[in-house]
Each structure stands twice: as C-alpha cells, then as structure tokens.
C-alpha cells in the first residue's frame, strides 16, 4: 500500500485585513506569485473537526503560550454538499514547537478516519502509516479526546515561483462554525461566523526566511500581527471559555459605512427577505 502520510515544517505570519484590502493585496501579490493550482477563482472551502479533552487541554496550551503543544483535527477540504464515508479527509496533528509549526497528517476515507477518531478503533494501514496512526489513537484514548469544535471558512491561496518556491500565502474569509452537530453530512448545520464577515485572516508561511519584498509589503500597508487561532477564537465565541487577550473581539473591527446606492441595495434584500 502506498504511504498516503504526508509531513512539513514552517514559519507562519498571520495579519487580520479588511476583504477589500485583502483583494488589493491578492492582486498585488499576483505580479510575483501563481495561484495555487488547488485554488479555483473564489477559492475553496476548508472545514476542520477540532478534538480536545473535556478540560480543553489543547486550548488552554495555546493560551498559556506553551513551547510545545498539540492540535488534533479531522480536515475536509471543498463542500460538504454530500460528503459520505468513502469522502477523502485528513487526519492531522499540527504541533507547535517553540516558533515553527509542524504538520503530519494522513488521508483517509471519512468513515475510516471516524472509526480511528470517534470509535477509538485501529484501521488499515501501511507500515509506514504505523507510527502516525498509533500516535493518533494514543492520543485519543490516553487524553480522551473528543470532538469539541468545527471551523470553515473560504481560502485562496498563492505560492511562489523562482527564488520564493518555499512561499505560500492564504486569504481566508467567512470564517464561521458550530459547536454540536459535528458530522461533516449534517443536512442543516448551525453554523455562525467566529470572525466578522467583513475581515480576511491573512497568512504567510515560509519554510525558512520571509522574503523582503513581502515583508516591505506588509509595512507598506500597516498591516499589523496578530495572535489568532480559528479555534481558540470558536471555542471563546461559543462561550466554551471565558474570552482572552487573543480574541478578536468585532466591536474593534466594526463593518466599513455602506455608501447609500449600497444601503439602498441591502434595504431592498432586507424588505423582500421579510416578505
């Protein structure tokens, strides 16, 4: 059987930009990057089934900044109109140590990877795969991990061509999600944006070193860092935990003014909406 296991090391900058800014910036960035070849106009979905112990040990790692620490999640990337056991997805431990984040991730049908997951059952896999597998079902069983979050949200991606090969930055926006109902095929899920619509979560990563041009580029445009994690920020927003100094709370981010043509547009959607 072929190894379907897949690991990475990198360096990650994060900036929280308005959708209109984040488009001028995609533009600007086209002039020295490709679109990633997995990236249709408009991007594609991303969707995310965090575990965690029922004391949230994972969140509470990420807020008392430890060196080492660990997420594991069950990823699925596109729609999820009609996803079934046989859909691929990944399984993924993303680990932070002290300033490079590490992927190791294996994909597998959704089924499978409920059975490792969910029921706590050892699957089929290749002697390659053994060690990432058991590390999953250690996990698991010995913190009782269960799911505790899911996450979504549109990306557009790009990546460098020449000297940038190591390169990539996403766009990601309509950042939403749910605490319950954690089946990828729920038919009506609850979901409810944990960022506000009007804001793109801008990432850089690297494998090595930050290219100048683009770090010029992030000054140029007063872009500031920021500390986020889609999960710390869904389980605060669900209200799983009290809010801490990373969440980004909307009262700081408030929606740009509608100009009155745009006003007048959203008076009507709103009128014929209560009809």
């Not at 900058?13 to 910036?25: G, H, N, R, S, T």
């Not at 680990?95 to 490792?116: C, D, E, F, M």
């Not at 969910?118 to 896999?125: A, L, N, S």
Request: net charge positive; aromatic share 10%.
């Amino acid at each position: 059987m072929a190894s379907r296991l897949h690991a990475f090391n990198r360096f990650e900058l994060k900036y929280l930009v308005p959708v209109d800014q984040a488009a001028e910036i995609r533009h600007e960035l086209a002039e020295r990057m490709d679109a990633d070849l997995y990236s249709p106009v408009g991007g594609y979905g991303v969707w995310s089934l965090y575990y965690d112990t029922p004391q949230l040990r994972f969140y509470w790692e990420k807020i008392e900044g430890l060196k080492f620490r660990r997420k594991l999640r069950i990823r699925h990337y596109g729609n999820l109109d009609g996803v079934t056991d046989e859909s691929p997805v990944c399984v993924e431990i993303k680990q932070r140590v002290n300033r490079v984040t590490q992927k190791r991730r294996i994909t597998l049908p959704y089924g499978v990877a409920r059975q490792l997951c969910d029921e706590r059952k050892m699957v089929d896999h290749s002697a390659k795969e053994s060690a990432f597998i058991q590390e999953v079902l250690e996990l698991v069983v010995r913190l009782d991990l269960q799911p505790t979050a899911i996450t979504g949200y549109q990306r557009e991606a790009l990546v460098g061509r020449d000297a940038d090969t190591g390169l990539r930055v996403t766009f990601d926006r309509r950042i939403r999600g749910r605490d319950r109902d954690f089946h990828f095929g729920t038919p009506t899920p609850e979901n409810r944006f944990t960022i506000p619509p009007h804001m793109t979560v801008m990432e850089i990563k690297v494998n090595e070193r930050t290219p100048h041009w683009i770090t010029d580029l992030a000054a140029r445009r007063n872009l500031s860092l920021v500390r986020i994690s889609k999960y710390v920020q869904s389980i605060e927003a669900f209200g799983l935990a009290p809010r801490s100094v990373f969440h980004i709370n909307e009262a700081d981010y408030p929606p740009p003014t509608p100009t009155p043509i745009e006003q007048q547009s959203r008076d009507a959607l709103l009128k014929a909406g209560a009809q």
